[in-house]
């Protein structure tokens, strides 16, 4: 999380792989994945409320130069359908910040 250009946290969420093979597809485990992301906001008493912005790293959807990009409805399809033929739970990224940004009103 940051505060201007200042980070006020910082942390790692690792997701049990036995856990993750249960689900059929990556996709599939976007529910999963952000019950735990909660559960650690939670746990850490972190509020979301009057966020000016949420990013979501990874993406791969298609080949593109690196750098930010909005996240739109064509990018969330694209994701999720592995337009870009790379299969990977990076997908999720921008599926997690639409997500968070439908809870708390941030901009995307």
Do not use: W
Not at 16 to 22: A, F, R, T, Y
């Amino acid at each position: 999380m940051f505060e201007n250009e200042r980070c006020t946290f910082s942390t790692d969420v690792f997701h049990d792989s036995s856990v993750l093979m249960k689900f059929p597809t990556i996709n599939d485990q976007l529910d999963y994945r952000m019950e735990v992301i909660r559960q650690f906001l939670r746990d850490n008493h972190i509020d979301l409320t009057g966020l000016d912005a949420v990013v979501g790293r990874g993406g791969i959807c298609c080949s593109v130069e690196s750098g930010i990009y909005l996240i739109t409805d064509q990018l969330i399809r694209d994701t999720r359908e592995c337009r870009g033929g790379l299969y990977h739970s990076s997908m999720l990224g921008v599926q997690m910040a639409e997500r968070i940004h439908k809870a708390c009103g941030a901009a995307m």
